[in-house]
């Protein structure tokens, strides 16, 4: 992928991110965007009462890669990581 279409895509996800924060931080967590891989991975690192939430695996699925996708089609899953681990 070239830098500029690689810059537009990290732009969408951004911004679906951005989009999405009000609602985890008014359950006390965030989010922020670690990198996109070649492969079209998005990695994600939730925070803050999100992060050990039992509903995060749901949040993930319906929320946040829904969104995702929405906005940057190519991708193909999103994944959230730990500590340097993908969960």
């Excluded at 359950?27 to 670690?34: A, H, N, P």
């Excluded at 891989?37 to 050990?52: I, M, N």
């Excluded at 939430?53 to 994944?79: D, H, L």
Aim: hydrophobic content about 40%; aromatic content about 2%.
């Amino acid at each position: 992928m070239r830098r500029r279409e690689q810059s537009q895509l990290e732009q969408r996800v951004q911004d679906a991110l951005r989009d999405l924060r009000p609602f985890l931080e008014a359950d006390g967590g965030d989010i922020t965007l670690e990198e996109i891989t070649p492969e079209g991975v998005v990695r994600v690192r939730l925070h803050g009462a999100c992060r050990g939430c039992a509903m995060s695996p749901m949040t993930m699925k319906a929320g946040v890669e829904e969104a995702i996708k929405r906005v940057a089609p190519s991708i193909k899953a999103v994944e959230a990581v730990n500590m340097g681990q993908v969960v």
